[in-house]
């Protein structure tokens, strides 16, 4: 069974920095491009980075600068830095990983549980 277990929200107040990990346990065989979403109420959930397993990286455009997305191979895991926090960044996070179980598998889409993050003072 693989999962993804996410960590690190909170609250902050405005200007304030938080850092999101997620880490991939259980059996697979590779992990491609990794990822962080984030939801609030009656909103479609929204990408708002992105890490490909060379190092590639996007983001959506209202957090460029404030946002640094990056990752450890070794231990499976992708990490969110979160800077110059704004209240618009209230969200639920949620870590995305496309992963490979087995070498012959096509690779199938993984979703943390989600992490609360809420920046107000």
């Known amino acids: 069974q693989v999962q993804l277990v996410e960590s690190g929200g909170g609250l902050v107040q405005p200007g304030g920095s938080l850092r999101l990990s997620c880490a991939a346990s259980g059996r697979f065989f590779s992990i491609n491009t990794m990822g962080w979403y984030r939801q609030t109420p009656g909103k479609q959930r929204e990408l708002v980075a992105a890490i490909t397993s060379g190092g590639s990286t996007n983001y959506t455009d209202s957090v460029k600068g404030r946002f640094t997305i990056s990752r450890d191979n070794a231990k499976n895991t992708v990490y969110l830095q979160m800077n110059s926090l704004k209240p618009e960044d209230t969200a639920v996070y949620y870590c995305?990983?496309?992963?490979?179980?087995?070498?012959?598998?096509?690779?199938?889409?993984?979703w943390g549980q989600g992490t609360q993050v809420t920046v107000s003072s």
């Open positions: 995305n990983a496309d992963i490979k179980r087995y070498i012959w598998r096509i690779w199938d889409v993984y």
